[in-house]
């Protein structure tokens, strides 16, 4: 009896079983052994093969990875590399980084950071590798090296590799030269410095050319007022002593005499208001814009008894500044408006507000004699005026006292006009601002 090969175990036990019932020979169960032996021998040849067969593919598999890995991290301008965390040998590094520290990859492996680097330098690096494994997580740090192109400057972002059972055993780390934007910070920084430093010479400078203008405005407002005071007494004597022996033209030359002192006296005054709105310090608080401009229409109208005014003031205009710089510009603004309207059978005044390119702005409007839009340029500037003394009196002072209070809140002032027709006169305050230049 043949027994075939490769029985597997509980056949052959069931033959032997039947076997014995049956008396079957020893020699044909030894033949049966032999055969299931054979059988087994050739199924383990065969998974042996195909186990070598598997593991070299993976094997492949691994090395084109691998390959594939070396490529991408070799395109990058980065300095890429991997270092083992218990004795902090290279594992593996990037083109980029061979360029620049000048090992290859092949001599880098199983070498460390003080085969590469100075050792203050070497020592660094593993201080910060080791930082990263005990934190578990990515860790940035800015780390500078000698290399090929000079001393240059990285942000190295590092992070853990972990191992199959989930322990980090490898820092990788991905440094990115940063040296031209250190420099470049650097140099801002040194630009600030001497800015900061020129800012400082140059408020010293100002500080003192206004302390210079303050002893200035003070003499102006001593030194001569006392002459102009003298002129203006004598001349009133003149004109009450000795009417009766002036002829006309005396007591016409008189009272110019004392027209012009007067009018200097106003000079004097606007200079200081000038001067005032320039060098005082702010004090911010919240302003009633209606009633202030109410109080000032009232003195103006006092000062013309016989005169009718159609003045319209909006309820509730408020802002916040400082209140006596404020009523300072208003009052120019409104004196003007008081003024240029004489003329004007139907004088008109309006104080309001309206919004202008998206800003809210406070105006005072008036129907008076206007001017010419192409002179607008002169109007915020001292001592231009765009009217004969002679038909509007005036030292050509108020709108830049206006204008220069307005920019010291950090708001802006505009004019509208047209000859014959009146002028507006709009401003804002800023709020946000501190006192502007």
């Known amino acids: 009896m043949v ?60 090395a084109a990875s691998h390959n594939q890995l070396q490529k991408l991290i070799d395109n990058s ?9 218990d004795n902090g040998q290279y594992l593996l590094v990037n083109s980029e980084w061979e360029r620049l520290f000048g090992v290859t990859r092949d001599r880098v492996i199983n070498m ?23 934190a578990g ?34 820092i990788c780390g991905i440094s990115t030269d940063i040296t031209e934007r250190k420099r470049a910070e ?50 009133e004597a003149l004109l009450d002593d000795y009417a009766d022996v002036l002829d006309e033209e005396g007591r016409d030359n008189l009272n110019r005499i004392q027209h012009n002192v007067q009018r200097m006296g106003r000079m004097i005054d606007d200079l200081l208001n000038l001067s005032r709105a320039t060098r005082v310090e702010l004090t911010r608080d919240d302003i009633d814009i209606s009633a202030m401009a109410r109080d000032i229409i009232a003195e103006l109208a006092a000062t013309a008894p016989g005169r009718t005014v159609a003045v319209t003031v909006a309820d509730d205009l408020r802002a916040r500044g400082d209140a006596q710089l404020v009523r300072l510009a208003l009052q120019n603004l409104l004196a003007n408006a008081w003024k240029f309207t004489a003329q004007r059978t139907d004088p008109c005044i309006e104080v309001g507000s309206a919004r202008h390119d998206g800003e809210e702005m406070f105006f005072v409007r008036d129907n008076g004699a206007g001017f010419d839009m192409k002179y607008a340029s002169k109007l915020f500037t001292a001592f231009q005026r765009l009217h004969a003394a002679a038909q509007f009196e005036g030292t050509g002072i108020g709108l830049a006292i206006v204008a220069r209070v307005v920019r010291r809140h950090g708001g802006r002032v505009l004019a509208r006009a047209e000859v ?12 946000d601002t501190g006192d502007a230049p």
């Open 112 to 134: 460390t950071d003080h085969g590469v680097f100075p050792p203050a330098l070497a020592q660094q690096l593993r201080a910060n590798d080791l930082g990263v494994a005990r």
């Open 77 to 85: 301008n980065a300095n890429i590399y991997m270092k083992r965390i």
């Open 3 to 62: 027994w075939p090969l490769g029985l597997t175990a509980t056949a052959t036990a069931a033959l032997i079983g039947a076997s014995a019932a049956r008396r079957v020979p020893r020699s044909v169960i030894v033949g049966g052994f032999l055969g299931l032996l054979a059988g087994l021998s050739v199924a383990t040849t065969r998974t042996i093969r195909r186990l070598e067969a598997a593991l070299a593919t993976a094997e492949l598999d691994k």
């Open 137 to 170: 997580n990515t860790v940035q740090y800015e780390e500078s090296a000698e290399s090929r192109d000079g001393m240059r400057t990285y942000v190295s972002v590092k992070f853990p590799v972990l191992d199959s059972a989930g322990q980090p055993y490898a």
């Open 420 to 431: 014959d027709h009146g002028a507006t006169f709009s401003f804002n305050l800023h709020t």
């Open 186 to 235: 650097d140099e801002v920084r040194r630009l600030n410095a001497e800015l900061e430093m020129r800012v400082r010479e140059r408020t010293a400078e100002l500080e003192a050319s206004t302390r210079e203008l303050d002893a200035f405005a003070y003499s102006v407002s001593h030194d001569l007022r006392a002459p102009l005071r003298s002129l203006h007494g004598f001349s």
